[in-house]
T-cell receptor, first 114, second 115 residues
Framework: QQQVKQSPQSLIVQKGGISIINCAYE??????FPWYQQFPGKGPALLIA?????SEKKEGRFTISFNKSAKQFSLHIMDSQPGDSATYFC?????????????FGTGTRLKVLA | DGGITQSPKYLFRKEGQNVTLSCEQN?????MYWYRQDPGQGLRLIYY???????QKGDIAEGYSVSREKKESFPLTVTSAQKNPTAFYLC??????????????FGSGTRLTVV
């Protein structure tokens, strides 16, 4: 009930390609699904987030696709650039057991080749 | 600019020594969190605090202690009871924990190494 499963663990994409990272959650009470970007030696930074009342959210080259029935969401990075090389974490948040929980995926290390 | 400041950036601990990691925020956020990050693993919650003078254990609290005497500050002490403390430690905050629709603001982290 508390897990967020993220895949793949690592991803190599050519410059200009599409990077796709997937996450699956179990707790239907989750109501906020953010993605974080982390560069080496830095803290994660919020990249984009979605609520379950919409199926897609786009910000620039970054898009979240959300499938409520399948309890899955994914990050798409269009026109991937070498500067996008980082570790990406999905997360899910919502009320559970009387408090709000924030559960992170295990991360995807993305490398974009120039 | 508002944000979270973690210090030091690098910290070395000798066997049997307690060390304290600093976390300060000027965002006026109520809730603060400490996470541990190990290579190839996700973020694991150590402790969190929703209000001043109150804090709760996370998933891996053993060997750690915290205090929340001021809203702005949430220091983490890694005690000698923590047998494998080498990791990257991240402090984070959100405006309040009553609602879930907030993204975390993270600090830049402290890398702790046992020597």
């Amino acid at each position: 009930q508390q897990q967020v499963k993220q895949s793949p663990q690592s991803l190599i994409v050519q410059k200009g390609g599409i990077s796709i990272i997937n996450c699956a959650y179990e707790n239907t009470a989750f109501d906020y699904f953010p993605w974080y970007q982390q560069f080496p030696g830095k803290g994660p930074a919020l990249l984009i987030a979605i609520r379950p009342d919409v199926s897609e959210k786009k910000e620039g080259r970054f898009t979240i696709s959300f499938n409520k029935s399948a309890k899955q969401f994914s990050l798409h990075i269009m026109d991937s650039q070498p500067g996008d090389s980082a570790t990406y974490f999905c997360a899910a948040s919502g009320p559970t057991s009387g408090t709000y929980k924030y559960i992170f995926g295990t991360g995807t290390r993305l490398k974009v080749l120039a | 600019d508002g944000g979270i400041t973690q210090s030091p950036k690098y910290l070395f601990r000798k066997e049997g020594q307690n060390v304290t990691l600093s976390c300060e925020q000027n965002l006026n956020h109520d809730a603060m969190y400490w996470y541990r990050q190990d290579p190839g693993q996700g973020l694991r919650l150590i402790y969190y605090s929703q209000i001043v003078n109150d804090f709760q254990k996370g998933d891996i609290a053993e060997g750690y202690s915290v205090s929340r005497e001021k809203k702005e500050s949430f220091p983490l002490t890694v005690t000698s009871a923590q047998k494998n403390p080498t990791a990257f430690y991240l402090c984070a905050s959100i405006p309040d924990s009553a609602g879930s629709v907030y993204g975390y603001t993270f600090g830049s982290g402290t890398r702790l190494t046992v020597v």
